[in-house]
C-alpha cells in the first residue's frame, strides 16, 4: 500500500507540473500573439509620448516619485507648539 502511495503521488505531481507547463506555454503563445497584432506603428501620434532621454525629464514628468537615492526625504509631520502655562 506505501508503494502505490508512493507511485500514485510522484505520477500526480508529474501531471501537475505537466500541466503548468503546459498553461505557462498557452500564455507565452497568447502574449505573443496579442504584441504581433500591436506595434508601436499602430499607436496615433498624438497620443504616443516622446521618449525620456534623461532622468531629469523623467523626474518633470513623473512628479511625486523619488527613488532611492534621490536625496528627497519624506516631509515629517507638523506639530502645533505647546501652550504656556500661567
Known sequence: MRLFTC????????FCFLGLTG???DNEAAIN???AK????DIPPDKASPPINSMEEY?????????A???KAAPKAVTP??????
Do not use: F
Request: proline residues 3%.
Open 81 to 86: 507648539p505647546a501652550e504656556k502655562k500661567k
Open 23 to 25: 498553461c505557462a506555454e
Open 33 to 35: 500573439e496579442q504584441a
Open 69 to 71: 537615492g534621490s536625496g
Open 59 to 67: 523626474r518633470n514628468r513623473n512628479v511625486g516619485i523619488a527613488g
Open 7 to 14: 507511485g500514485l503521488s510522484v505520477a500526480l505531481l508529474s
Open 38 to 41: 500591436t506595434k508601436g506603428a
